[in-house]
Each structure stands twice: as C-alpha cells, then as structure tokens.
C-alpha cells in the first residue's frame, strides 16, 4: 500500500508550508508557502545566512530604515527564489503585515516585490502575493489581480472573508484550519474534537462546497494544520499546504485514504452571497473568532517581521 501523502498527491495538490530548502527538497511539493515567521526561522539556521548577506548587498535606501525595509524585500524574493528551483510550481510570497490596513501601501509593496522577482529572472505567473485577508487587503487583491498580480489570501478564518475574496476574484485563499481549531478549544473548554467535527475542517468545507457549487474559480488551499486527522478530513480539497512535520507523518502512515472532497459532490443548499464593505464588517463584527484569529495573526506576523528586521540590522551592523 502507498503512504497517505503519495495518496493525497492523487486528489489533492500538496503545498510545502517551510522555508526550509531542504524539507522542500526531500518532499517535492508542487508549490511552497512563507511567510515572516517561516523566514525568521529559517533565518536562524546557517544555511539561510547567504541569502541574508545577499539581501544587505542589495538593499538601498536614504536611512537605514529604509534600507532594513529594502534588504526584507531582497530577502523575502532572495527566498522565493532558491524555492522556485526546487519547485516546478508557484511560491508564496508576503506583503508585511504591518499594512494590513492600508490598500495603497500593499498595492505598492506587492509590485515592489513582483519587480524583484522579474529582475532576478522569474516569471510573475509563478509568483503569489499573500495579502492577509482584511477588506482593505482584499480590495489591494483585487487591484493587482486585474494587473496580473496573482495572490494568495492569508490570515482567513471565516466564511465572510472567502466570500469577498471570491468577489474579489482572487487566486487563492489560505483558510487557517488549526487556529481556527485553537479558538474553539479555548471557549469551549474542550481538549480535543474528531476530524469531522474539527470547526476548522468544517469551515474549509464549507467554503469548498460555496466556491464549487456558484462556479468561482478561486482556490480553497487549506493551512495551519494541528494534526493529520485534519488533513485526512480535507483529502480532495484544491490544495493543502503542510508542514514538513506532518508530510512525514502522513508519509509513514500506509494506510487507507479516502476522498471526502470532490466538486461533483458538493452540497448545493448555500445561496450566493454579496458584501459590500459594511456588510463585510459586520459579518466579521459577529463572527468573533474570525475577528480576534485575524487581529491575533496580524499581530504575530508584524512581531515576526521586526524580529527579522533585527537579524538584518545586527547583521549589517555586523
């Protein structure tokens, strides 16, 4: 019998979610994910440490500010880049998080990146801009994605924001399966919930049956996984991007891996929605763990982010 991932690769397109190149290597995913915290890490390890020195020599700038900020941009595609030779399909590539309210900034930090990436020989098709999933980042996909900027919605954990972002007409969206879980746990007091029953597969589901049974072509690629099981529970979903942690588990695991998705079987009782903007923010007004996962996430990625901008100032200083 073949491994649950050589499984999952039949129905569902796995996704690397590491900055580590040789996890990448070793797995051979379709596609990889990073984002600040996945590049803070890989940042620590000796192996990173040329890509660093490589983003402090190209970074410019009138202040040091303005050349930390120039060097996380070399060092973000300087990433993005050694990942694409490994991968024959598309990386991910993160607008800072710290503007995750600020339509025009991540319009103008997102083309700064494609450009980056155009200079160092790679082709923008390979390339998705994560923006995380505010109405103003929604709004800032929507902008690029008619400028042939394809991106990737992050920081998602509801359905109002996969229906926007829908609207919006984006590439993909990044639905937070185990934060989602995380929530749940800590206001219901409960440890543990079965795969079927996990709010974060139930979430991605529902999204993946809404997107499939009103035609939107966006992609459902599920993401922050805590365990297989919910893996397993999403096997058929568009994408799954995985840790190399779980890659390995599911690699050791021969057994039986059903499909539970599949767009001729979907659920087809979910009128179409609109939003308009206060539509939108007050679905996500009543949806407190979207509300409080999406703050929290915002928060950890800008942290995650300044902690990277001080790797590169010690360096530089260095």
Known sequence: MTSKLSQLREMTHVVADTGDLSQIERFQPEDATTNPSLLLKAAETPA????????????????????IADAMDHLAVGAGRRILDIIPGRVSTEVDARFSFDTAA????????????????????????????TWEGIRAAEQLEREGIHCNLTLLFGFTQAVACAEAGVTLISPFVGRILDWHKKHTGR????????????????????????????IVMGASFRNTGEIEQLAGCDRLTISPALMEALEQDTGTLPRQLNPETVIRDEPRV???????????????????KLAEGIRNFAADAHRLEQILRSRAAA
Do not use: C
């Open 48 to 67: 990173f440490e040329p890509t660093i020195q490589q983003a402090l020599r190209a970074a410019r700038g009138s202040s040091e500010n303005a050349r």
């Open 106 to 133: 991540t319009i103008q930090r997102a083309k700064r990146l494609i450009a980056l990436y155009e200079q160092a020989g790679a082709d923008r098709g390979r390339i998705l801009i994560k923006i995380a999933s």
């Open 191 to 218: 440890d543990s919930y079965p795969p079927a029953e996990d709010p974060g597969v139930q979430s991605v589901t529902r999204i993946y049956n809404y997107y499939k049974q009103h035609g939107y072509p966006t």
């Open 274 to 292: 609109s939003l308009d903007e206060s539509a939108f923010r007050w679905e996500m007004n009543e949806d407190a763990m979207a509300t409080e």
